[in-house]
């Protein structure tokens, strides 16, 4: 008989790993209600035309496509069979798709809300995506994202926040990270220079990739697009600059001097550095102009965390798209998001070793069951103490001692109450610290107002 099994790119996770994850989601809901966002959710399955074409040609192979119910097959084109046009046979066989991000999604959210909402609109979204990628250390099939945007203001205060954002909750987990910055106004500009204003998508999609494939596959990705080896070797020292935040801007406005989109993103860029001057951010803000985010519909700032002391990609990401609502019929609103990637932060944390001591939620007192009378004692106590926010549980059985005591030590709860005939006629019990061993009869009052067992 075959062994179950999951799907490579997705995982189980146990108790303790559940524990250690809700404080990773309960941290960033925490410092995303500081800042005033409101939380959604939207279905795991969108329209496929929904999410079709929102990000590149690499991202449209990665979506998970859902086969129509009943016949699929009724709607497919022989010719299409014939020539093995899998595109054109995954359209004509699918009419959903899980989400690939929470963006698109959001931005379709918020046509179809438009009514109900006020705006600027800040949201934040906690829940998985799914991307049909080759699973790799640190990269998933199924993951969840927890996202903050804010549409419908253009202005730059916006992007300050959710760097803040960033640097707040990476400092409650004790994560050392570097946020990287670019803009894709820069990215642009320097495309408009080397006179290939065209192929923006193409290069920016090959600079992405530095840190994965290095300077020479770059290069050959370059040309491989069709762009000429003159205007490859304009883009060298643009991809390979070096200096301080300053510095590299100062070079970047005499390099873009001829491009008006270019110059607004060093102005931008130079806004956001400006401001976060005043505020003492922790992690180290790094212009790298190699970071281009390959989704499509980023126009102005974007950003990468990167962890300082684990190899490992991007924890988070994100920047602004000016007319994500466009392709749904409401043009011109303006939006700025980020994304944590909470199955990396996982990770991070587990091999840093960084979880506090009490992220888990474990039962802090186990009753032993010696019978049915003790049984029908011990229930009324039971309530008296989960109304006082205590965790408490009763051994669903008479077993031998010994089970229950190693029921308690497994499941690491730090008391066991025993109540046997003598106890129950004195109101008494024998409390045990499964810690120190050490034992103590107390009253059952005594138990009611032990601050030990307060939240």
């Known amino acids: 008989m075959q062994k179950p099994s999951i799907p490579k790119g997705t995982r189980d996770f146990s108790p303790a790993e559940m524990a250690k994850r809700n404080y990773i989601f309960d941290t960033i809901r925490q410092v995303f209600h500081l800042y005033g966002f409101k939380q959604i959710e939207t279905p795991a399955m969108e329209n496929l035309e929904t999410l079709m074409g929102k990000y590149g040609e690499e991202g449209d192979k990665l979506l998970f496509k859902i086969l129509n119910s009943g016949d699929f097959l009724s709607d497919v084109y022989g010719d299409d069979w014939a020539n093995h046009n899998l595109l054109a046979l995954a359209n004509q ?17 918020v046509v179809m809300h438009r009514n109900e909402i006020s705006f600027p609109f800040k949201r934040f979204q906690i829940q998985p995506v799914w991307r049909a990628d080759r699973p ?36 409650r987990f004790g994560i050392r990270v570097a946020i990287k910055l670019n803009n894709r106004k820069i990215l642009s500009g320097i495309a408009e220079i080397i006179g290939e204003a065209d192929k923006i998508v193409d290069i920016t999609v090959a600079i992405d990739k530095l840190d994965k494939i290095g300077l020479e596959n770059v290069n050959a990705e370059l040309l491989s697009k069709g762009i000429p080896e003159t205007a490859v070797a304009q883009l060298q020292p643009i991809i390979l ?13 005499s390099v873009l001097q001829t491009s008006e989109t270019g ?13 976060t001057d005043l505020l003492n951010i922790t992690a180290s803000l790094d212009l790298d102009l190699t970071l281009a985010r390959g989704l499509n519909y980023y126009t102005g700032a974007i950003l990468e965390v990167k962890a300082l002391d684990v190899a ?36 991070v944390l587990n091999q840093l070793n960084l979880y506090p001591e009490n992220s888990g939620q474990q039962t802090q007192i186990l009753f032993v069951n010696f019978g049915e009378q003790e049984e029908n004692y011990i229930l009324p106590i039971i309530k008296k103490l989960r109304e006082k926010g205590v965790s408490v549980e009763l051994y669903p059985e008479a077993a031998k001692l010994k089970k229950q005591l190693s029921y308690a030590d497994d499941n690491q709860i730090a008391f066991v109450a025993m109540i046997g005939e003598n106890e129950r006629t004195e109101d008494k019990m024998t409390l045990k610290n499964m810690i120190t061993g050490e034992q103590q009869l107390i009253t059952v009052e005594d138990l009611f107002d032990n601050k030990l067992f307060a939240r």
């Open 241 to 253: 600059l070096s200096g301080s935040n300053r510095e590299k801007l100062a070079t970047l406005k």
């Open 136 to 171: 790799q250390k640190g990269r998933y099939r199924e993951f969840f994202q927890c996202d903050a945007d804010i549409v419908g203001s253009d202005s730059l205060l916006n992007e300050v926040e959710l760097i803040q954002i960033i640097d707040e909750v990476f400092k």
């Open 93 to 109: 066989m699918c009419e959903k798709g899980l989400r690939y991000d929470l963006t698109v999604p959001f931005a379709r959210f």
């Open 312 to 347: 490992i990609g991007s924890i988070t990401g994100g920047g602004r798209y000016d007319n994500l609502t466009g392709v749904f019929g409401m043009p011109d609103v303006s939006g700025v998001g980020i994304s944590f990637g909470a199955d990396r932060i996982f990770d």
């Open 263 to 275: 110059l607004k993103g060093v102005e931008e860029i130079e806004i956001l550095l400006n401001k």
